[in-house]
């Protein structure tokens, strides 16, 4: 993959040079590992032998949303699509951890008082053991079905936007989506694909939709209906729902307790430390 900086690492130089060091250690994969990295009164040059100048490293470092790209050629590019099929922007956020997709400016991930990777863990966490087959119905950046692949036997993952896998393949985090064998991507409207899977084929299902005014069909009970369909008995259901102390996360909290009890799932659960609750078949 190309070196991929951010304001962090950008700052974090721009220390160095004023502070009259040599060679600083920095990640060029956004917090996955650190590289040498050496300064000279032109810029810095990078292990791979590319370069950058201080211009470039100040540009990263004024933008505390975005993530760049070094080209073979030096230049550093914003790491952002538009999606003509959804008419919205996607790009890449930095964080102290994994970063996350900023969705037309949201940011898709938990990223107060946590990071999306120590959010993913939470969410992982609601169902485990991760076992069997497992159903991840937004994909977005895959942190959530690249880490129940580690325990999983396999890992469906649906993404209603294409333009979401070129995120995917500028992001160091999101690469076992396109290595690891265990996982399959799905291209399409969950609400549509869930419709055609056989019935109790998964043991868990992972359900992290857009907030509901954005997806209020993955919040219905026909939509419910199908997730229990194809859990198998005794399957785990995880449902993110937002901050459940926020009147809108209160609110929504208990239309979908309810739906999901009408679905036939039998005990429903909050799970304050995902943001969500889980339902038991």
């Known amino acids: 993959m190309h070196p991929i900086l951010s304001h962090y690492q950008a700052q974090a130089l721009l220390q160095a040079r004023a502070a ?43 933008n505390e949303n ?28 930095p964080t102290t951890g994994a970063p996350t997709m900023l969705v037309s400016g949201f940011p898709m991930h938990r990223i107060k008082d946590t990071d999306p990777h120590q959010d993913t863990i939470s969410k992982i966490k609601s169902v485990s053991p991760i076992t069997g087959h497992v159903l991840d119905t937004t994909m977005g950046l895959g942190y959530t079905a690249i880490m129940a692949a580690q325990t999983a036997v396999s890992v469906t993952t649906i993404e209603l936007d294409p333009t979401v896998l070129d995120i995917c393949r500028h992001n160091p985090w999101s690469q076992d989506l396109f290595t690891n064998p265990k996982i399959t991507r799905l291209i399409g409207d969950a ?86 609750v889980v339902a038991y078949k």
Do not use: W
């Open 191 to 276: 609400y549509d694909v869930v419709a055609q899977f056989p019935d109790a084929h998964f043991a868990r299902i992972l359900h992290d939709p857009p907030m509901f005014s954005l997806a209020g069909d993955l919040y219905a009970a026909e939509f419910y209906r199908q997730l229990y369909r194809i859990l198998t008995p005794k399957g785990r259901l995880f449902h993110y729902i937002g901050d459940p102390q926020s009147k809108s996360g209160r609110s929504v909290t208990r239309g979908v307790v309810r739906r999901l009890q009408e679905a036939g799932f039998h005990r429903v659960k909050p799970y304050p430390q995902a943001f969500g």
């Open 66 to 93: 975005a993530c760049y790209l070094v080209t073979p050629e030096n230049e550093i590019e914003k790491i952002h699509f538009f999606s003509e099929t959804h008419n919205r922007f996607y790009s890449l956020m």
């Open 20 to 62: 009259g060091t040599a060679v600083a250690a920095i990640s060029l994969d956004l917090n996955l590992s650190t590289s040498p990295v050496t300064l000279s009164p032109q810029g810095v040059t990078l292990p791979d032998g590319r370069s950058l100048t201080f211009a470039q490293l100040t540009t990263i470092a004024a």
